[in-house]
């Protein structure tokens, strides 16, 4: 659809927040009632990666939702709950713009995430175990199985898992043993027949052995019909033949348990000198970080419970109980199964308008630029624009940003070859990308040993900016190719993350991403650039100037933009005044919101959606109407104080028209989706707008939209 100041405004009311007339413009838009809590927030998000389990997903992509969900609360723990752990414990009281002291967040989390752990477990028992049973996928308890299977296990366990074991002892000889972050244990209580003494001892479950063990190489003939698969979990196999491993011991109990430990470990980047070996000391401490959650299993005594809590130094408060089994990212290894009929069809995706792989992309650059929209667009004109810049005779250097590459990069290994080539490399490589920091770490090593020039970025800041540039030289001189995006150098992540990204031979970009790599490299003030919005130099300043515009336009203005995250206070502020002044604004956030729409006389004119789906919303797009001259901006920022103060991140510009209409229907067609989008009320909560589908409306899914238009998928 075209460009226009109303857009889809009256397809996403579904909460009834409709554009009215500001009823109080003297409200204090600082009141912590006007904002939500992060932490809260982040767990709702995590709540509808919960209810995709029961969506209309084949089953193993619904199983895959449920160990995602799983992922991503450990991730919260060891990161925003360890945080809020060591403001407490530093005697730091202060608040965010919500208004609750870390101490009343961490009360508030153990009550939400209790209920979600229930709901958890609920999915798995009442909902993905039963259809697995029934699609030939057994997942069996260890007491259920017959005596030859039990027979068989036995065996199993002296051959591979008896080795790898070691029961640690806790008495007053032995200190209480260490136990590392997300490992699975068994707490085993023993008795000494001859004195009848108990004791205490742990056993780790190992990791490196499959969580669910498969029955089927062991007894094929237990096979019921050739596509059925049997699994049993791994602590069920331990647990019954513990007595090998305490022999002339009676096991009295035995019970999981489950810990969480605190991994964001601060760098002293200014002591450092070496940021590399730093940051590879800190992983090394990971293991070491104060216990922040401790899961046990329902029916756990509170003997062990109190051993337990006592010795990590933990409250009531970190415990979590589970009537299911601990850790359910275990689930992956059902996904991996080779069961095509239970899950996602795959696509082909399509190549970017105006690509064509038979003709060299510099020539094509020099022409066109080049619009992706990810996954739906393939990932390989990128690799092959890099691997081409390493190939080619007449280019002379390569500067690239890499926060996230992932394993067996090709962009990585063309920019090594671009190196034994006799091309001017360089590679930024973040080391500080949480949890990828140690597979960062191996290609920057690997980039340094081939000759490449890596930097690691600045201190204090995350490069989180997303370029590639190349310098060419032509007939007419030297010549700048960049390609800009808002996700990051990944072949994998690149199939199942949205985004966008833009790969151009304009000037103007060229010279600010030169300028860039110079600020990130040598020594800059550079405060302006000519199209770029840099954080933390101008981005800040430059956005608010953008939704201030509006705001003077009143009820002509338009705001639509999506995004991660919305939690900077400030933004917040511009937008509640905007909507305030009649401005119509629709927000898409995946993940984080802490502003509350559809309050009188603060946000009636703004709406929040989050869509959840097949593949994970990554890309971030801001577009103003600004009275008919529309200014659209795409990058790597989300409206977060880290992104937008601690972080380099980029916005830039889309101006040709065509590109820019092509980006603003991809936001369109957000706005319509009715099947995987949830609408965020004022007090919140979000609510899936399938619930508030009028009778006769058909549902709309914006992702298998995208599949058909771009791919050909068919359902």
Known sequence: MAETPTGSAAQVAGNGAGPLKNENPQVDLYAPSLYINRELSTIEFNRRVLLECYADHPLLERVKFLAIFTGNTDEFFMVRVSGLKQQVLLGIFDTKADGLTPREQLVAIHRVMTQLYAQATAVWQEELYPQLTRAGIHVLEYESLRKRAKEKLRGYFDREIFPVLTPLAFDPSRPFPHISNLSLNLAVVVRNPETNKTSFARVKVPSALPRL????PLDPDELLAPAEQKFVWLEQVIAANLDELFPGMEIVDCYPFRVTRNTDMEIQEEEADDLLLTVEENLRQRHFGSVVRLEIAEGTP??????????????????????????????????RLERPDLKDKPYQPALPAGYDPDVPIFDTLQNRELLFHLPYDSFGPVVDYV???????????IKQTLYRVGPNSPIVRALMRARENGKQVTALVELKARFDEESNIEWARALERAGVHVVYGLIGLKTHCKLCLVVRRERDGIHRYLHMSTGN?????????????????????GADASELFNFLTGYSNQREYRKFLVAPVNLRENLLAFVERETALGEKGRILAKMNALVDPQMIRAFYRASQAGVQIDLIIRGVCSLRPGLPGVSDNIRVTSVVGRFLEHSRM????????????????????RNIDRRVEILFPVDDPDMRQVIYDILDVYLRDTEKSYVLHGDGTYVPRLELLEEGEEPFNSQLYFLGTYTGYVE
């Open 302 to 335: 509170d003997d062990i419970r109190e051993t337990l809590v006592k010795n990590l130094q933990l409250s009531n408060y970190d415990v979590y109980t589970t009537g299911g089994p601990l850790g359910f990212s275990s689930l992956w290894q059902l996904h």
């Open 489 to 509: 150098y990944n072949s994998l992540t690149a199939r199942v993350y949205t985004d966008i990204g833009l790969m151009t031979s304009r000037e103007e970009f």
């Open 622 to 641: 801001y577009y103003f109407h600004n009275d008919g001259a529309p200014v659209m901006y795409v990058g790597s920022a989300d409206l977060m104080p």
């Open 213 to 216: 063990v498969p029955l089927n």
């Open 387 to 397: 691997e081409d810049a390493a190939d080619d005779p007449n280019v002379l250097a």
